[in-house]
Nanobody, 121 residues
Framework: VELVESGGGLVQAGESLTLSCAAP????????AGWFRQAPGKERERVAA???????TYADSAKGRFTISRDNVKNTVYLQMIGLEPEDTAVYYC????????????????WGQGTQVTVSS
């Protein structure tokens, strides 16, 4: 199963983007999901995660600006980002796993290929 991310791009500081991650062929409702990002020269970090029951958790850097949500009918998880800052520039990845605890730790059964988000100042 390959997750397919979309929605990245180049925006100016203060603008918004919504990333999508589709999981075709997966019983998506059985999986927790998460968004991660990796900036050049930095380690990958978890941005947000959502459980099967729609409980959410966010990195401190994302709280108040990013919202993770899921649509089990469309087999898709979203990351809505507002008030983007140059520090948010990174490749964003989604991942799914049957256990939220694994997603929170950066472990996933399946990963996407990543989508670039670039925020100019």
């Amino acid at each position: 199963v390959e997750l397919v991310e979309s929605g990245g791009g180049l925006v100016q500081a203060g603008e918004s983007l919504t990333l999508s991650c589709a999981a075709p062929g997966l019983t998506f409702s059985d999986y927790a999901a998460g968004w991660f990002r990796q900036a050049p020269g930095k380690e990958r970090e978890r941005v947000a995660a959502i459980s099967v029951g729609n409980s959410t958790t966010y990195a401190d850097s994302a709280k108040g600006r990013f919202t993770i949500s899921r649509d089990n009918v469309k087999n898709t998880v979203y990351l809505q980002m507002i008030g983007l800052e140059p520090e948010d520039t990174a490749v964003y990845y989604c991942a799914v796993d049957r256990w939220l605890a694994n997603v929170v730790q950066g472990i996933g059964d399946y990963w996407g290929q990543g989508t670039q988000v670039t925020v100019s100042s």
